[in-house]
Antibody, heavy 121, light 107 residues
């Protein structure tokens, strides 16, 4: 069974940095592109970016590219999202997601339970 | 960015009814469209991909259609467990973008 478990969320002050993790199990992590998607308290969904199965290539939402970095450790089956200079508008639940096959189809067949990040002073 | 305009924002229907949710893309997305269901307090679940392909395990009362810039999700014979928020998402072009969601309630 595919499982994606995010962690690392919490209360963080504006301007700070935070690193989220997503531990994957139930599949060969190194075979799959992975993505991060976030959902604001108002329920707006926003794609953050994705990373190739070997970590050699990433795509980002242009609005987040300068502050967010996606990486992975295939030996640990773990996906990361490094967030820097966070702002109040980054307050959201952050989801780790995966497609159906190893190629980046574009849709998200598997989602983690999400980790909540709250940015407030 | 491709803008996804979803309607209606909310919908109330009776058990057994058929409901339709629409999604309009700001440009042709060539059927590169997915639909998700998010029940209260849960993560989204994939219902439909490639505009009309039903994800494994999804009940057949859900169906998707459309082409070009106009797409729809149809739910036949509405059940109580269909209470949820539904989102469309395009993947024809980066950045991937979502509709604003349709909240479905039972009348």
């Amino acid at each position: 069974e595919v499982q994606l478990v995010e962690s690392g969320g919490g209360l963080v002050k504006p301007g700070a940095s935070l690193k989220l993790s997503c531990v994957a199990s139930g599949f060969t992590f190194s075979d799959y592109w992975m993505s991060w998607v976030r959902q604001t308290p108002g329920k707006t969904m926003e794609w953050i970016g994705d990373i190739k199965y070997d970590g050699s290539y990433t795509n980002y939402a242009p609005s987040l590219k300068n502050r967010f970095t996606i990486s992975r450790d295939n030996a640990k089956s773990t996906l990361y999202l490094q967030m820097s200079n966070v702002r109040s508008e980054d307050t959201a639940t952050y989801y780790c997601t995966r497609g159906t096959t190893g190629i980046p189809e574009g849709w998200f067949a598997y989602w983690g339970q999400g980790t909540l990040v709250t940015v407030s002073s | 960015d491709i803008r996804m305009t979803q309607s209606p924002a909310s919908l109330s229907a009776s058990l057994g009814e058929t409901v339709n949710i629409e999604c309009l893309a700001s440009e042709d997305i060539y059927s590169d469209l997915a639909w998700y269901q998010q029940k209260p307090g849960k993560s989204p679940q994939l219902l439909i991909y490639n505009a009309n392909s039903l994800q494994n395990g999804v009940p057949s009362r859900f169906s998707g259609s459309g082409s070009g810039t106009q797409y729809s999700l149809k739910i036949n014979s509405l059940q109580s467990e269909d209470v949820a928020t539904y989102f469309c998402q395009q993947y024809n072009n980066y950045p991937l973008t979502f509709g604003s969601g349709t909240k479905l309630e039972i009348k």
